[in-house]
Structure formats: C-alpha cells, structure tokens
C-alpha cells in the first residue's frame, strides 16, 4: 500500500532501480563528448575549406639572405628618401579602378625626378592574381597609373623606385572596393 509519504520509483524485477536515476551519468558524459566532437568536427572543416594554400617560395633562401636584406634597407635609410603612397578609387560599372600615385622626395625635401617605378600588386589571400604595373611620371616626384584590380578587397602594392642614386622599396597595403 502506498502512502503520500513514499516516492513511486520503478524498480526490475530484481528490485533495482533504473531509468533517469540511474542513467544520468551516461547521458551528461555522451552530451559532454558529443559538443566535443562537434565542434572540434566544425573547426577543422572550416579550417580546411579556408585554407589557400599559400606559402613562402624558397624560404630557405630567403632566410639565409636576410642579412642581406637587412643590409639594403639601412642603405636605402641612409638616402634619406621619403615615399607617400596614395590609393584613389575611381567609379566604373562593376569595375575595381584605382588610381595609384606614389610621390617621392629626396633628403633635401625635393622631389625625385627622372626614376623608374616598377610596382607589383599582390593578392594576399588569393594565388593568380598578381599584377605587375609600371608608374610614369606625371609631375615632379609624382608617379601614378590607372589600375583595374580583377576583385576587391585588400592588396599588398610592392614598389621598387630605381634613380641614379640608388634604389628604394615600399611595401604598403590599399583597398579596392
């Protein structure tokens, strides 16, 4: 007989409980693997459609000629040249322009005429898009050109000013919309 008092629990034949009290360990440890696995399962999916493939090409070399890198920038240093890159984007139809313009001074706050501007866009997050582009002088010291970028986004502009005095590089980053 059952009085208000006594709790009904379903027992086995055995007289052992089972059910929900007896089971929860088993459920919160397989809940507690299951978001493990989970995400662990989703991160290394995303990890792997993400990834570009991009690496540095002859690492090993240029590792071992760092000093010689070293040693170019504190010659273009002692130059005393200054560069100030401007991006401007330019309007088109489902086009990406941008007007690139690079103005170089020397020491004595002069500009630097008569140069040669080689600039490489690069693509950082992408392979096989690389554009390699030549600036012409367009004033005293201003070099510029029209470019048409193949997508937007960011893009890694290398420049190397080559004057009969030496040689100077500029690595910045501009943005295409």
């Given amino acids: 007989m059952n009085t208000g008092n006594e709790q009904s629990q379903q027992t086995s034949p055995t007289g052992h409980r089972f059910g929900w009290q007896r089971a929860w360990p088993l459920w919160i440890l397989g809940c507690f693997f299951g978001v493990i696995f989970a995400v662990?399962?989703?991160m290394a999916y995303l990890g792997a459609i993400s990834f570009t493939g991009l690496t540095t090409e002859q690492a090993y070399e240029k590792g071992r000629?760092?000093?010689?890198?070293?040693?170019r920038r504190d010659v273009q240093k002692k130059l005393g040249w200054t560069a100030a890159l401007e991006s401007i984007p330019q309007?088109?139809?489902?086009?990406h322009l941008v007007l690139l313009k690079l103005v170089m001074t020397k020491e004595d706050q002069q500009p630097l005429t008569g140069a040669t501007v080689q600039v490489l866009l690069v693509?950082?997050?992408h392979e096989g898009y690389d554009r390699n582009i030549t600036l012409t002088e367009a004033g005293a010291g201003t070099y510029r050109a029209h470019v048409e970028l193949p997508l937007p986004g960011q893009?890694?502009?290398?420049?190397?000013?080559?004057?009969?005095?030496?040689e100077?590089?500029?690595?910045?980053?501009?943005?295409?919309?």
């Fill in 155 to 166: 893009w890694e502009v290398r420049a190397l000013v080559t004057a009969p005095a030496g």
């Fill in 40 to 42: 662990n399962g989703t």
């Fill in 65 to 71: 000629t760092y000093n010689n890198e070293l040693a």
């Fill in 123 to 125: 693509r950082p997050t």
């Fill in 91 to 95: 309007t088109a139809e489902g086009k």
């Fill in 168 to 177: 100077y590089r500029l690595v910045e980053r501009i943005s295409a919309n």
